[in-house]
Nanobody
Framework: DVQLQASGGGLVQPGGSLRLSCSAS????????MSWFRQAPGKGPEWVSG????????DYADSVKGRFTISRDDAKNTLSLRMNSLKPEDTAAYYC?????????????????????WGQGTQVTVSS
């Protein structure tokens, strides 16, 4: 069975840092683009960051650009998101998601419906 297990969330003060991880199993991780989405209380889901197969491309939402760094380790089937300079508006449940690669040249999608597999989410709360 396919599993995406997100972890690393917690409570941090504004300006602090967290590192989220997503462990994948049950599919060929290296053949999938990966993204992080988040959903804040009372808000719809928001794409945060994505990374292509092999880590050859990365992309970020404007709201997190310069503060967050996405990476992957295909040998370990893991996806990571390093979050620095956290703001209260970063408070959300964070989800990892997998999109199958079907072409050699494929842009990182920001569309939720393009992602086949989803993790259960990990809560990030930024508050003093």
């Amino acid at each position: 069975d396919v599993q995406l297990q997100a972890s690393g969330g917690g409570l941090v003060q504004p300006g602090g840092s967290l590192r989220l991880s997503c462990s994948a199993s049950g599919f060929i991780f290296g053949s999938y683009h990966m993204s992080w989405f988040r959903q804040a209380p009372g808000k719809g889901p928001e794409w945060v960051s994505g990374i292509s197969t092999g880590g050859r491309q990365t992309d970020y939402a404007d709201s997190v650009k310069g503060r967050f760094t996405i990476s992957r380790d295909d040998a370990k089937n893991t996806l990571s998101l390093r979050m620095n300079s956290l703001k209260p508006e970063d408070t959300a449940a964070y989800y990892c998601a997998a999109r199958p690669r079907t072409a050699v040249f494929q842009a990182i999608s920001r569309q939720k419906d393009d992602y086949r597999y989803w993790g259960q989410g990990t809560q990030v709360t930024v508050s003093s």
